[in-house]
């Protein structure tokens, strides 16, 4: 920058030039701007980058398009208002305008709401008392209008900063608020010439000419210049940084242009020491990068120094310029005026330039590559006398738009003709104030203060281009949907028109089948009522102003007509068995148009278990049912009918057979084989035999009590309460030998009775009142025991069994010997020797061979005289003196017992053995007296001996009389040794 700065002062003061230098410092400073350039990526789009058709799309913006002027007066009916650059207009997105103006240095203020067709009555903003000049209005993203003015009590000349300061004033009125926000100071100081923008972000931002003087204490001004400030602040007013854009000028040209790119980052375009020097930042304003250049003179003897009439910057970052540059052999109101357009760090030549006697005062705006002017010209009309003086104001507009190579100009387009006024010899152009801004829909909208000569005030005429109404919005189904009546409402929303014009309708409408379309009037309802039959409709709505400006058709517009709900019929009624095929017929349902699914509730709980796309169906009915049988049946549109008929589905008993024998003997296994036509009963298989309920199952083992016929039965029960049995007979033979056991002696003696007996119990068949008992086959009793006499020697037969039919079945046999009796062959005789001594006589048979040897005992228990056949019980009792005394010699006739007990009876026995046979042969009882006392001798008992008997007796007379007298003696001999008189 500071070589720019020395070319110019070498230019000016007419200084030699080092060529050399001048070059390297030229290569230098454009390496340095490439780099640069290159790191900032929110700068540097290419021209070429940027295409337009070579046709402009609005071609249409004529006379016939433009609105006649919304008027706002000033209210300043005695005076013409001090005009200049006070006047600013700014759009919202919904379609509003709202416009700041001075008016005898207040801030004025007014809106045209969308769809209004008038401008709202001026409203002041600033303070009574305080004179504001300069305002500003920008509108936010979120809604929110901001407005920003000078407020100053001294107003200079030069309009570049009072001496006494200037206060930066900003307010704002909320999107949906009633009341504009308190003022704030955002700035004091010499500052002038604010220019107002709103960031995407929200923040605030502006820029002003900022005057530095100062005087010495002599009075002598040591500082005296200018630059631009940059300050940005939030919505609380909060100023969140300043910054110097520009060095100090000696001069300024009051003049910048704000400007917001497309990525939401400042940009400044000022006329600055003779050149034109574009700012731009990537970080929101807090740092600043510039790019220089000049614009060529193509007219003879102009300057290239330029005063910018008006600037814009698009939305790909190309700036479009309007200038000026001033003639040197002309002073008053001559002008140089073009086009130009430049991209960063390009230059380009200008493409156009016209040439006009008056000050032209111009505003521009850019969008999209389309570049929209307006241009207010003084003209000399002649009149008597041939004055040369302006005598009439012209507003032209015209539109610019682009390809890579041509600048096309649409026909410039003279809005309105202000006459001079008598009383003046010429126009002020300070009476005229204009601003241009462009709506969201690429629309501009231009705005201009002039005097007003048939009040002789100033009033402001706002010109907006007509807007087609808004697309029509379709209420009815416009995408391929359902409608669901025979009377079908085509119809959409009420288009807004944001000019507030009145809208009329046209409705077209035609079948698939029929393309020749049914169109109505145009009328102000934005629907019809039409008949429709079943089938496919497309549909549109065109709209039109009362400009004729028109929107649509929308000829992709269609819907379906369904007239009415389908007619369900489900046939029947319907009777049939389990397991069987049902043929359900559903024809008799019916729609206007066709049906795509039929379905089947076949146990009225509301849910359809089969469905078809045709209307006969085959379904296997697989359990018993009493009840509805529903068909819903569904046309194209989705809509359903229902209704009901009954349905029998009887149950079907299952079948049962038993396979397994006939005719056991043991146990023995079962099965049943069960078959059903429903596949969903389920089946359980109870036995029983005789009657008696055994269990379930499908298999099943007999275990019998014993021979017979046994009935098992298998019965089939299923789950609807059906059921079928089957029945076997099972024989179990009687054995031919029964399991008996029997427990019996192997030999006895003739004449003896013995019991024969089961050795177990007998199976539970057989009852032991049933048992039969048979000796030599000759039957002898009934019962579980039987007591038999023994016959004579030898063998006997016993059998025990039952009779069963006749017959006669044995259970076991036993054959049992029969001895002959041991005869009495031993005589005996017992004489007491002493008191504890007693002598044993006998004598023996002749007959030995009936026994082995003998046993003679003695005890004072009497012996049994059948003793069990084991010889154990001559160990005891424990009483006796001696062992069993044993003799196997036949010529023994006495044995002596010794150490006897006086005063005891003893039983001598006398036991014949014969292998296991033991009989008692003989026996006698002796009594040993108490000593003293006469010795007896005993007999057998058979022959007792009287005499023994006597003294017996005797003895136990006089013994117990003996005691007593020999106690009593003892007594008396006692009572005298006790005696106190001896």
């Known amino acids: 920058m500071d070589l720019l700065d020395n070319i110019w002062k070498v230019v000016i003061s007419n200084k030699p030039i080092n060529v050399f230098n ?119 993203d979120d809604g929110t209008v901001h407005v920003i003015w000078l407020e100053t009590k001294d107003i200079p000349e030069d309009g570049m900063g009072s001496p006494n300061g200037n206060r930066l004033i900003w307010l704002h009125l909320g999107s949906g608020d009633d009341d504009w926000s308190a003022s704030s100071t955002i700035l004091t100081g010499n500052i002038s010439y604010p220019k107002l923008a709103v960031l995407p972000d929200g923040m605030i931002s502006t820029t002003v000419w900022y005057r530095y003087q100062i005087v010495d204490e002599n009075g002598t001004t040591i500082i005296n210049g200018y630059r631009l400030l940059y300050l940005a602040w939030s919505l609380d007013g909060h100023v969140s940084f300043k910054r110097s854009i520009t060095q100090l000028c000696p001069e300024a040209i009051p003049q910048q242009y704000l400007f917001v790119s497309k990525a939401g980052n400042p940009h400044i375009l000022v006329p600055e020491n003779g050149r034109t020097n574009w700012y731009a930042s990537s970080d929101g304003g807090q740092t600043w990068l510039k790019d220089t250049y000049y614009i060529p003179s193509n007219h003879p003897g102009m300057k290239q120094s330029i005063v910018l009439g008006g600037a814009a910057l698009d939305n790909n970052n190309l700036v479009y310029i309007i200038g000026f540059q001033s003639a040197i052999n002309q002073s008053r109101y001559s002008s140089g005026y073009g086009y130009f357009r430049r991209g960063w760090g390009s230059t380009y030549p200008s493409w156009d330039a016209d040439y006009s006697i008056a000050f032209p005062i111009v505003s521009i705006q850019a969008r999209n590559g389309v570049v929209w002017t307006s241009r207010l010209i003084f003209r000399d009309v002649p009149s008597n006398g041939g004055d040369n003086n302006p005598q ?88 391929g949907g359902w409608t669901l009546s025979p009377w079908v409402v085509l119809a959409s929303r009420s288009s807004i028109d944001i000019d507030g014009d009145d809208i009329e309708y046209r409705i077209s409408y035609w ?39 028109s929107t649509g058709p929308e000829e992709d517009w269609w819907f379906k007509a369904d007239t009415g709900p389908p007619r369900s019929h489900p046939g029947g009624p319907y009777s049939l068995t389990e397991g069987s095929w049902a043929s359900l017929d559903g024809r008799g349902s019916y729609d206007d148009g066709p049906l795509v699914l039929w379905e089947w509730d076949f146990n009225g709980d509301g849910t359809f278990e089969l469905n078809s796309t045709g209307p006969i169906t085959l379904k296997r009915m697989p359990d018993d049912y009493s009840g509805i049988l529903a068909l819903r049946v569904t046309d194209e549109a989705g809509r359903t009918a229902i209704s009901t008929t009954h349905m029998w589905v009887d149950n079907v008993l299952p079948s049962i057979r038993i396979e397994g024998f006939s005719v056991v003997t043991g146990p023995s296994n079962y099965s ?56 076997i007979k099972v024989t179990v033979p009687w054995p031919e030998r029964l399991p008996l056991s029997m427990e019996t002696p192997m030999v006895v003696i003739e004449g003896h009775v013995y019991t024969s007996r089961l050795s177990a119990p ?41 009779l069963v039919e006749g017959r006669f079945l044995i259970g076991d046999t036993m054959n049992i010997r029969v001895r002959e009796r041991l005869r009495p062959v031993v005589c005996v005789g017992a ?6 001594s007693v002598e044993v006589r006998w004598t023996t048979s002749e007959q030995r061979e009936l026994f082995e040897r003998y046993v003679v005992r003695i005890s ?70 108490p000593e003293p006392g006469p010795l007896t001798h005993e007999q057998s008992d058979s022959n007792e001996n009287s005499l ?28 005298r040794d006790n005696n106190p008189r001896n």
């Open 762 to 802: 007998p199976p539970s068949w057989i009852s032991p009142q049933d048992l039969e008992w048979r000796r030599e086959g000759i039957p002898v009793g009934k019962g579980s025991e039987m007591r038999f006499v023994a016959g004579g020697s030898g063998w006997e037969r016993i059998d025990v069994g039952i």
């Open 860 to 929: 004072r228990n009497p012996m049994s005289l059948f003793p069990s056949p084991d010889l154990e019980w001559m160990a005891g009792p424990f009483d006796a003196p001696y062992e069993p005394v044993e003799i196997h010699t036949h010529s023994k006739t006495t044995h002596l017992f010794q150490n006897l007990d006086s005063g005891w009876t003893y039983h001598v026995s006398i036991y014949v053995i014969h292998g296991a046979e033991v009989s008692c042969s003989n026996s006698i009882s002796v009594s040993i007296p």
């Open 672 to 727: 049943a084989i069960v078959s059903d036509t429903s596949p969903d009963d389920t089946i359980v298989v109870r036995w029983s035999i005789d009657g008696i309920f055994m269990g379930e199952g499908s298999d099943f083992l007999f275990e019998h009590d014993g021979p017979g016929v046994y009935h098992i039965v298998a019965m089939a029960v299923d789950d609807d309460g059906g059921s079928n049995y089957s029945l």
């Open 831 to 836: 004489d007491v020797i002493s008191y504890d």
């Open 511 to 549: 079948m698939d089948d029929n393309y020749v379309p049914t169109t109505t009037r145009w009328t102000d309802l934005p629907y019809i009522i039409i008949r429709a039959s079943h089938g496919t409709y497309h549909w549109s709505i065109e709209v039109r102003d009362t400009f004729n400006a």
């Open 22 to 140: 001048l070059l390297l410092k030229t290569m230098t400073m454009f390496i340095f701007m490439i780099v640069i350039l290159y790191m900032i990526p929110d700068i540097g789009v290419a021209f070429q980058t940027y295409e337009k058709n070579e046709n402009s799309p609005y071609d249409w913006i004529d006379n016939s398009t433009l609105r006649p002027p919304e008027t706002i007066i000033t209210e300043s009916p005695t005076k013409r208002s001090f005009g200049d650059t006070s006047l600013d207009v700014s759009n919202g997105q919904d379609g509003s305008i709202y416009i700041v103006w001075e008016s005898f240095n207040n801030i004025m203020f007014s809106e045209r709401p969308p769809g209004s067709q008038a401008f709202t009555p001026p409203h002041q903003l600033n303070s009574p008392g305080n004179q504001g000049i300069e305002p500003r209005v920008n509108v936010g």
């Open 392 to 479: 009439q104001a012209t507003l032209l507009f015209r539109t610019i738009w682009f390809n890579k190579t041509l600048k096309n100009f649409h026909t410039g387009m003279e809005i309105t003709n202000v006459p001079r006024d008598g009383d003046y010899s010429s126009f002020n152009p300070k009476e005229f104030s204009l601003a241009i801004s462009v709506e969201e829909n690429n629309m501009p909208v231009i705005a201009l203060v002039h005097p007003d000569l048939t009040t002789n005030s100033s009033k402001i005429d706002v010109w907006r281009f007509n807007h087609p109404p808004n697309p029509p919005e379709a209420v009815t189904e416009a995408r």
């Open 948 to 975: 023994s008997t006597a003294v017996i007796l005797i003895s136990l007379v006089l013994f117990p009389t003996l005691c007593m007298i020999f106690g009593y003696g003892i007594l008396m001999a006692t009572r």
